[in-house]
């Protein structure tokens, strides 16, 4: 799976939200590419190696030909088996829990899925040691399981991240209506759905099931024919490949204690800050640390350890354009507007009104996104045309020539890709049944989205799933997100004034899910070509995965939803995205008409930034274009606020001296560190939210004012 920080950066067109920002290969395993990211994509920016340094790693991960020939590849039965599942359920669960609070704070999540692997391999690695410590036979844990294992993992805790749990799902709750203004036109009276998790379980299960079976007939055309890298998928395969080697498995011994000892600092950090947080903006959160003036406008470091861990998988170029984006708007904008109430808006307005100055906060933040979206959209649409062209018109000569200096290694791989065959019948028929539910079940559940808005996009489906899918296997950059935005814009006008902003939202969600997994599950082929595993066994795994994300998701967010204040733009949970999609939603039935006074000319220069800066970053001679700022990075922090950016550039600063004193060490070491960082701290947000359900609360309030 491509990797949601995010992890990726992602680029996700037509206004990438950032809750979908997913930073996605990290330093280990493309460490000469530290600060030379590939561009943003993404609930949603994904960050990979380029296209050819994956295509270079695609051989190495079988260069042993000889010693790997005598290994026996288990029929795709025995690549699931019951152990894989439950500890794929384990994992899912962490990763729900911990994409969960990510998305419902910053919406800036990235990516979990070396750490999955990582966790996979010492999971199945110690149950079956033990097991031989106790005299108990066990079936050998092999590759093949691994990665099965893994798909399964990742296939749930995506959906706790590209479900819409922060974003179009939350954005129809009537906080965020209210947040929208419940005068502003187009925001009309009712439409809205409070978060429930029988509609919302029914809702993921009618609509993630079908992107498996869009592509599934052209899984060998996009693979094996067209040869295409999938970078994210390749660096996966490297990964679960090199754990199954005498040196990988020595190495992934140091990186599970680096692991295991900051997840466990991590967890009791946590732990320690929740008894100073007993009242309002109390706690180590809320440390001035450059002073009063500096923490009013969210200038501080804030002690949040899943932040510094995010900030040690993101590039550098990622993180001090967080930092850049938080100075331009909390340091130098948003003062300076902020002057101008009473002349640009109602002096009495709420701040959190769109009317008042919240408005140029989220639509100046959509500008940027919607820039920086739609000039990807249409460059990954460019080079898919062109090298679809390209590839049509040396077809013919190429044939011979390939059959020829194809190696043994790549023939082993294709053969055993095409050896356990999935029936078409089985993609076509499930294909039309599920899209027989979809269309009976979403409107029964929207009243405001019609049937024939999901015949639509179920019959765009496979023309727009194939266009991403190829697209991401040359770039690495799945444009699901945007083509969900796209989605939004165009059902949100054809519905109209009445029912734009509901259908809007939900259409955003259907045609996402639709074209982002078929894109997934391309990623997740790969990697299972790469390390000799059934398709059979992957598409298996990718199912499982999503059943239990479907289920795992909803309980995650309802305890939350439930334990935490939630959407509240000045507390901890602002979960900024639900106010954003539901703005566009208002854009595409009101037009321009919805922003307030001045904010369309700011929106126009930002916009016009968004694509300057990335026509420099693919034009610029690449000395220079590497210090060009990455817009969807920027906009992160024009609502979330800058100390999370702070965060950010402090992992940043580690990984920074960490090479400096011993690279290859940080190399290895770096990628399970930081993911033990996000994990303790998240994973302690679970007996946190229960203890608040439980009404137990910290015992002490430390806060800060000014001095007499």
């Not at 491509?2 to 950066?9: A, F, V």
């Not at 602002?574 to 922003?595: D, H, Q, T, W």
Request: aromatic fraction near 12%; glycine fraction near 8%.
């Amino acid at each position: 799976m491509p990797i949601q920080m995010s992890s990726q950066l992602q680029i996700h067109p037509a206004a990438a939200a950032v809750s979908e920002l997913k930073l996605l290969v990290p330093r280990a395993v493309a460490a000469g590419a530290m600060d030379h990211p590939a561009p943003l994509a993404a609930h949603e920016i994904e960050k990979t190696p380029s296209a050819e340094r994956a295509a270079d790693a695609e051989s190495e991960p079988m260069s042993a030909a000889a010693r790997r020939e005598a290994e026996r590849i288990p029929p795709w039965r025995e690549q699931i088996t019951a152990r894989g599942m439950v500890a794929a359920l384990f994992i899912g669960f962490v990763y729900s829990v911990i994409v969960m609070k990510l998305n419902l704070t910053t919406g800036l999540v990235p990516t979990m899925n070396v750490s999955a692997a990582l966790l996979a391999f010492l999971a199945l690695r110690g149950w079956t040691r033990a097991l031989e410590r106790l005299g108990i036979a066990s079936r050998p844990f092999t590759r093949q399981e691994n990665t099965v294992i893994q798909t399964c993992a990742v296939a749930c805790y995506t959906i706790a991240n590209g479900g819409g749990f922060g974003s179009f799902l939350l954005g129809l709750n009537k906080r965020t209506y209210e947040l929208s203004g419940v005068n502003t036109p187009g925001n009309v009276p009712g439409s809205y759905k409070e978060p429930g998790i029988g509609w919302m379980t029914g809702f993921l299960l009618s609509v993630s099931f079908v992107g498996l079976l869009t592509l599934l007939p052209l899984r060998k055309v996009l693979v094996i024919d067209y040869k295409l890298t999938y970078p994210s998928g390749t660096a996966t395969a490297v990964l679960i490949n090199g754990f199954h080697t005498p040196q990988g498995d020595k190495n992934a011994k140091k990186q599970v204690r680096g692991f295991l000892k900051y997840f466990g600092i991590s967890f009791l950090w946590s732990f320690f800050q929740w008894f100073y947080t007993g009242g309002d903006a109390c706690g180590f959160l809320q440390f001035p640390t450059f002073g009063l003036k500096a923490w009013k406008q969210t200038f501080f470091f804030d002690f949040s350890v899943t932040y510094v861990g995010a900030g040690m998988i993101c590039s550098h170029l990622v993180n001090l354009s967080l930092l850049f984006g938080a100075i331009l708007s909390w340091g130098v904008m948003w003062p300076l507007i902020s002057k101008q109430k009473g002349n640009w808006y109602p002096a009495k307005a709420s701040e959190s009104s769109m009317t008042s100055m919240y408005g140029y906060k989220a639509f100046l933040c959509i500008a940027l996104l919607m820039g920086d979206g739609l000039y990807n959209f249409v460059k990954v649409i460019v080079v898919t045309v062109k090298n679809l062209r390209e590839r049509s018109n040396r077809r013919t000569q190429n044939k011979v020539a390939d059959a020829d200096t194809m190696s043994l290694d790549d023939m082993r791989r294709d053969e055993v890709f095409s050896r356990d065959n999935i029936p078409a019948w089985l993609a076509y028929t499930g294909y039309a049944v599920l899209s027989v539910m979809a269309v009976i079940i979403i409107p029964h559940m929207f009243r405001q989205v019609k049937w024939y808005y999901v015949v639509v996009a179920y019959l765009l489906a496979p023309a727009l799933g194939f266009c991403n899918a190829y697209g991401t296997g040359l770039t690495d950059m799945n444009m699901g997100y945007n083509y969900g935005k796209m989605g939004l814009f165009v059902i949100a006008a054809w519905a109209g004034k009445d029912d734009g902003v509901v259908a809007g939202m939900v259409g955003c969600g259907l045609v996402k899910q639709l074209v982002l997994i078929s894109a997934d599950l391309m990623h997740d082929f790969k990697t299972g070509h790469l390390t000799l595993t059934s398709p059979r066994s992957m598409l298996v795994g990718q199912a499982v995965g999503t059943l239990m994300g479907c289920v795992v998701a909803p309980l995650t967010f309802y305890l939350f939803y439930k334990a935490f204040d939630v959407g509240n733009p000045d507390g901890y949970w602002k979960a900024p995205y639900a106010l954003i999609y539901r703005n566009m939603a208002i854009l595409g039935v009101e037009g321009f008409s919805a922003l307030p006074e001045h904010c369309l000319q700011l929106c126009a220069g930002f916009f016009a930034f968004a694509v300057a800066a990335n026509v420099a970053r693919d034009f610029l001679p690449r000395p220079y274009a590497r210090f060009v700022p990455l817009p969807m990075a920027m906009a992160v922090p024009f609502l979330v606020g800058a100390s999370f950016a702070i965060d950010m550039c402090v992992g940043s600063l580690v990984v920074f001296v960490w090479h400096k004193l011993d690279s290859k060490k940080a190399a290895l070491l770096i990628p399970a560190v930081a993911s033990g960082l996000i994990c303790g701290d998240g994973i302690w947000t679970f007996p946190s939210s229960l203890l608040a359900l439980a009404k137990v609360k910290p015992p002490i309030c430390m806060k800060f004012t000014p001095g007499s």
